[in-house]
């Protein structure tokens, strides 16, 4: 009889486990039942309403020639080529790889990457979170950064904690390229001079200098105090070199003088004093010792007392 088109068939109603089906088995025709199809993929797939699976799910050779699987202890694997990554989105710009043995790497090409590890946040990430982010620039370095925002807070620490006795370690570098640097400093970090000491500099011009036995400030670098934080530039009294041997007590810039107290003076050569003009009269029980041009030309040594006089004590020949 002339052959019937599978689409020319009356329709099958629900089917049932004893129906039969067409199969070809060991080249030969044969008849297949419901219940012979269901037997078949409950050992071989799992089914749509759920089973035990008792060995791995693996995929075919059909997905590039990677393996995917999870084994019945809920481990997930990829046996992939060099090659394989697993990656997020159609555009894969996220990437996971084994660079190595034992070596997971985040790359892809020449786009730059960033890492985040967050401690908290709403959404995704919203607008609270606190974060640490590592990021690679893709062409001169790399950062190590803590993020917050909204309740969170802005200000968030970086601690480098060792473990027991343990020390946070940095193979340093030589002066001009210095092994740790600060943003917004060219040519700032930690550097080593002879392999026993140790160097801190803030730029090619100043900076300071450490070792065993001497601590050294170059020239135009300023020993300060302020009475803010330190470091903010609001010093209001410093030590600074004046020139060759000569040490100035200033405000903070250099050339404005401010005041030295002590307990006893001891001196092993002169005393040198600069004319000025008559200062106002000290507190009670003090006396203030300045040089003036006594109206004349000729320089005079005086003595001021609590009460506002003062005395000659004496006058250039």
Do not use: C
């Not at 700032?188 to 050294?216: E, K, N, P, Q, Y």
Request: charged residues 10%; hydrophobic residues 40%; glycine residues 14%.
């Amino acid at each position: 009889m002339a052959d019937a088109k599978l689409t020319a068939l009356t329709a099958a109603s629900a089917l049932a486990a004893a129906d039969l089906f067409y199969v070809s088995q060991s080249a030969a025709s044969r008849k297949a039942t419901g219940t012979q199809f269901l037997t078949l993929v409950g050992t071989e797939y799992v089914p749509l309403a759920g089973g035990t699976m008792t060995g791995p799910l693996i995929s075919s050779s059909s997905l590039s020639g990677s393996n995917f699987y999870v084994n019945p202890n809920g481990n997930i694997g990829f046996n992939t080529p060099a090659t394989g990554f697993l990656f997020w989105d159609d555009s894969g710009d996220v990437r996971l790889y084994r660079d190595a043995a034992a070596t997971l790497a985040q790359r892809n090409g020449a786009a730059a990457q960033t890492l985040r590890i967050y401690g908290t946040a709403d959404g995704s990430p919203g607008s609270n979170y606190q974060r640490m982010v590592l990021s690679a620039n893709g062409t001169t370095g790399v950062t190590i950064a803590a993020e917050g925002l909204g309740t969170p807070g802005a200000n968030q620490n970086i601690t480098l904690t060792p473990g027991g006795t343990g020390t946070v370690l940095h193979p340093l570098g030589t002066y001009g390229t210095p092994g740790i640097g600060f943003v917004g400093y060219p040519n700032t970090g930690i550097w080593t001079t002879d392999g026993t000491s140790m160097g801190f500099s803030f730029g090619s011009a100043v900076g300071v200098s450490m070792s065993t036995t001497r601590l050294g400030l170059a020239v135009g670098v300023l020993l300060g105090w302020n009475q803010g934080t330190a470091g903010q530039y609001a010093d209001d009294i410093a030590l600074a070199r004046n020139a060759a041997g000569v040490l100035e007590v200033n405000s903070g810039t250099a050339g404005t003088w401010r005041d030295l107290k002590l307990r006893n003076l001891i001196q092993t050569a002169y005393h040198e004093v600069a004319e000025m003009t008559a200062p106002a009269a000290p507190a009670t029980n003090s006396v203030r010792i300045y040089a003036e041009d006594n109206g004349s030309g000729k320089t005079r040594l005086m003595a001021l007392f609590a009460t506002g006089a003062a005395q000659q004590i004496a006058i250039e020949p």
